[in-house]
C-alpha cells in the first residue's frame, strides 16, 4: 500500500509540474462541461502486431488496411464479429471515465449524431472498407475544425468534443501463432476539442492487456478477446491522467 500511494504521489507532482510548465492544456471544469462524442473508430481484425526487418513498430493506420485486408473476408471469425463489441465498450468506459474523473456528461449520442452538421459531414477514407468498423451510430471521421465543432456545439448543448482512433492488435509474448501465448495490444489516438472547437490534444497512447493462451484450433481464441475490454480502459485512464 505505501508502495501505490508513493507511486501516485510521484506521479500527481509531475503532473503539477507537468501543468506549471504550461506544456499541454488541461481540462477546465468551468468551461468543459458536457462532451460531444464524434467518433469512435478501429480495425474489425485483428492482425498480429509484428516488427518489419528494420526494428520499426507497424504504424497505428496498419490495423485498419494492410494485414487487416487478409481477414476481411472471414466474417465468422469471433475477432470480427465481436470487433464493434470493443468499440461500443471503449465509448461507454469513456463517459464513465470523464464523468468520474472530470464531472463531464456526454452529451445526447442522438443528439450529436442527428444534428444537422454531423449528418452533413463526409467520412473518412476507411469507412468504405469492411476493414474498418465504428462504435455504433457514428461516423468515421478523422478529423474536424473549430467552425464546424462550433456549430455541433450549437446544436447540442456540447463545449468539448473527442475523436477516438483505435489499431487493435494481438502480440505473440511466447511459444508460436499456433500453440502460445499472446496479449492484446492495442494504440488509440485521441484528438480533444475545447469550448471553441479547438484541438488542445492529441496524443496516441499504447497498452498491452493480459496474456491468453492461443492455439491453431481456436483462431479467435475467446480468452484472448475477453481481454480488449481491460486494455482499452487503461489507455482512457492514461487520457484521463493527462487531462487532469
Known amino acids: 500500500m505505501k508502495k501505490v500511494i508513493l507511486t501516485l504521489t510521484t506521479a500527481f507532482a509531475a503532473c503539477l509540474l507537468f501543468i506549471?510548465?504550461?506544456?499541454?492544456?488541461?481540462i477546465n471544469p468551468e468551461a468543459n462541461t458536457k462532451l460531444a462524442i464524434l467518433s469512435?473508430?478501429?480495425?474489425?481484425a485483428l492482425p498480429?502486431?509484428?516488427l518489419d526487418k528494420n526494428g520499426n513498430e507497424p504504424s497505428p493506420s496498419q490495423g485498419l488496411l494492410g494485414k487487416a485486408l487478409t481477414s476481411?473476408?472471414?466474417?465468422?471469425n469471433p475477432e470480427m464479429l465481436t470487433a464493434e463489441d470493443r468499440l461500443n465498450y471503449a465509448e461507454d468506459y469513456l463517459k464513465k471515465a470523464f464523468y468520474e474523473n472530470f464531472n463531464i456528461e456526454a452529451a445526447d449520442k442522438e443528439a450529436v449524431t442527428g444534428s444537422r452538421k454531423y449528418k452533413m459531414l463526409s467520412e473518412g477514407l476507411f469507412s468504405s472498407m469492411n476493414t474498418?468498423?465504428?462504435?455504433?451510430?457514428?461516423?468515421l471521421i478523422e478529423k474536424l475544425g473549430a467552425p464546424t465543432i462550433s456549430?455541433?456545439?450549437?446544436e447540442t448543448g456540447a463545449?468539448?468534443?473527442?475523436?477516438?482512433?483505435?489499431?487493435?492488435?494481438?502480440?505473440?509474448?511466447s511459444g508460436t501463432k499456433s500453440h502460445g501465448t499472446a496479449v492484446p495490444y492495442v494504440t488509440m489516438r485521441a484528438t480533444v476539442y475545447d469550448e471553441k472547437g479547438k484541438e488542445f490534444h492529441y496524443k496516441t497512447y499504447k497498452a498491452e492487456g493480459s496474456p491468453?493462451?492461443?492455439?491453431?484450433?481456436?483462431?479467435?481464441s475467446d480468452e484472448l478477446i475477453a481481454a480488449y475490454p481491460e486494455t482499452i480502459e487503461k489507455l482512457i485512464n492514461q487520457l484521463c491522467v493527462d487531462l487532469m
Do not use: H, P, V
Request: proline fraction near 0%; charge should be positive; include cysteine.
Open 20 to 26: 506549471s510548465c504550461g506544456t499541454t492544456q488541461k
Open 40 to 44: 469512435i473508430y478501429g480495425n474489425a
Open 48 to 50: 498480429w502486431y509484428e
Open 72 to 76: 476481411m473476408f472471414d466474417m465468422e
Open 132 to 139: 474498418a468498423k465504428k462504435a455504433d451510430g457514428y461516423k
Open 151 to 154: 456549430k455541433i456545439y450549437k
Open 159 to 173: 463545449n468539448t468534443a473527442i475523436i477516438l482512433k483505435f489499431a487493435f492488435f494481438k502480440k505473440l509474448t
Open 212 to 220: 491468453a493462451k492461443i492455439s491453431r484450433k481456436d483462431s479467435g
